[in-house]
């Protein structure tokens, strides 16, 4: 007997069972969130779908079987509803009209690249270990998502010459038809063809009724058939075929007015990760991409930018760059170099005309993480997980300079003050700023507890924005201005100070003197009011009144400074008179000074030999007063 045939099947669609469900008190509705994070409302009495959101703001789940949304809350008062997402955000909708009314940003995860966006630097662009874009106002840091990508987003760009324009690079999965012919006779090259790709369906196709999934180990672009309305016969002319290329480039567009950011452009033709982008700087006429398939990618912007046309974009030239993944990419101030580092431990200039290469910088020991170029000299900045960094001529591809400081991966730098400064951040996570002229590091910044990888500076340079894997957004602000404005106000208080007390002297106002004198920290000028006649002839009674209005800390210092004097012979009365004051404070418990146990044992050998001496002077003098009255007349 023959066996029964067999028909080939589809899928037409799958029901996933809810991953969330809110009820409403008033009536007989339900919300239903799905995997792709679209919410749905149906009525819970007839079974039937009253609405479907169509412009959802949640990203679809991007592991297979996960969750995009995990959780609906209700607010019957407000009449609204806050969705959490699997990422942590909160987005709270209007019951009646669904539509936004704010978004709650929660856990970043890993932060791996930020820019600085609008005219005046107004919104910080953030890619974190998402599919969504974050986009920050700076003055309140309320976010909206920028959704296009449906993998990672691993690198942004932005250019001076528009700043309203932004470049992201990920992993992507986006559909390319193409069509194909099947003659009989090529099916066979045809499924040998197929073994370059990693995965495959093969649906109805003239007399191939099967599904062949093969998996290997290199990573290669996905590959699905999709069946045609009618079906074809055996060598007929074409069947659709759809193409899910990974690994894209979106442009995006703010409107100034409204800062609504819009996909205009999306570029999909890396076959691996796109790990950095840089766009053009005098004109933004072209960017350029560096993917982990070791080539870079020289694409032309529309010149004709139009916020809600979103336009196939094709690069003009392709290179085959280095031996291992691509890490960075720049483009010179005048848009006629491009520069770019890898993991083979080189940096490669370009020409931006062809991409013809013109020269090769040697001398990193590791990767290369970071390549920039001086917006003023014709010098090109490279750091590198050996922890340095390096500055190269562009003229004859030399190293000019390197900077030594960091005890681990340098992974960014941007340059200061005009090219006279760098700043640079590390695995460590600390930042330094580097004086290129003394080639040295002038100040260490440490907040973030792991890898920084992200650092963006404002056009003023008066902040700058630092992220990395400790999820921590960081803003820095510039306060070189702030400090030099305080010590010149301190410096100036201080010479009005040390006039005064100048004149205090000079009127003999010893007692006021000495306050002012402990104020400023002049030990010498204690010393001179110290050794005055006029102070030691009033001994205890004309110090007391004037140390008891001193503080505590003050106090202090004059002790330490009656203990130098207490050394010299020459200067222990003015020195006595101080100790025997303060030390009446400490025996009431006025001043509780540490470590007087070991400051009475520096006072008490000098304090005895002052009082030998003395005591061998008084003696000296009453023998000679004795010899006078013996040598008097009525003595004989």
Known sequence: EKPPPVHPTEIRTSISPPTA??????????????????????DALSGREIYS?????????????GLAITQLLYNEQECSFAVITVDHNIILH??????????????????????????????????????????????????????GHTDLVLALAVTPSNTDLLLSSGKNNIEAPRRYAWPDTELSSFFGWLDTCSSFTVGRLGRVAQSVRRIFRERR???????????????????????????????????????????????????ESVGSIALSSLSASYFVSASQDSCIKLWDVPKTLKPG?????????????????????????????????????????????????????????????????????MVVLTTSADCLIKLWSIGDLTCIKTLEGHSSSVLRAEFLSRGMQLITTGADGLLKLWSIKSSECVATFDHHNA????????????????????????????????????VRKVQ?????????????????????????ALTLDRPLQLHRIGNKQEVIKKGKAGLEDT????????????????????????????????????LDDIAIGELKTPGLSSFLEGVIPYTERHFNRLTQLLQDLYFLQYTEACMQRHTV
């Open 309 to 377: 046309l979103e336009v196939s974009l094709t690069p003009k030239f392709t290179e085959r760059a280095h031996e291992k993944d691509i890490n960075c990419v720049s483009v010179s101030p005048n848009d006629k170099i491009i520069a770019s580092g890898s993991q083979d431990k080189t940096t490669k200039l370009w020409s931006a005309d062809d991409l013809s290469l013109l020269g090769v910088l040697r001398g990193h020991r590791r990767g290369v993480w970071c390549v920039r170029f001086s917006p003023v000299d």
């Open 21 to 42: 469900v809110g009820l409403k008190t008033t009536s007989a509705l339900a919300n239903y969130a799905t995997k792709a994070g679209v919410l749905r409302v149906w």
């Open 451 to 486: 890898r920084v990888w992200a650092l963006a500076v404002s056009k003023n340079e008066d902040f700058l924005v630092s992220g990395g894997s400790d999820s921590e957004l960081v803003l820095w602000r510039d306060v070189t201005l702030k400090k030099q404005d305080e």
């Open 492 to 516: 100036e208080k201080l010479i009005l100070q040390e006039q005064e007390l100048a004149n205090l002297l000079k009127a003999d106002q010893l007692l006021t003197a000495l306050k002012l």
């Open 547 to 582: 140390i008891r209005q001193l503080r505590a800390d003050q106090k202090e210092s004059l002790l330490k400074c009656a203990s130098v004097w207490n050394t010299s012979s020459k200067n222990c009365h003015p020195a006595q008179l101080v100790i025997s004051i303060l």
């Open 221 to 271: 672009p996905v590959i699905e058939f999709v069946p045609c309305v009618d079906l074809p016969r055996a060598g007929s002319p074409d069947c659709n075929v759809s193409v899910l290329q990974d690994n894209t480039v979106r442009m995006w567009l703010m409107d100034p007015l409204t800062n609504e950011v819009t996909c205009i452009g999306v570029g999909s033709r890396h076959t």
């Open 53 to 65: 959101q169509e412009n959802s703001l949640v990203s679809k789940a991007t592991e297979e079987g």
């Open 94 to 147: 209007k019951l009646k009209t669904f539509a936004c009314q704010k978004q709650l940003i929660g856990f970043s995860d890993e932060i791996l690249d930020i820019v600085l966006l609008g005219a005046d630097n107004s919104h910080l662009a953030v890619a974190t270990n998402s599919t969504d874009i974050k986009l920050y106002k700076i003055c309140d840091m309320g976010c909206q998502l920028l959704r």
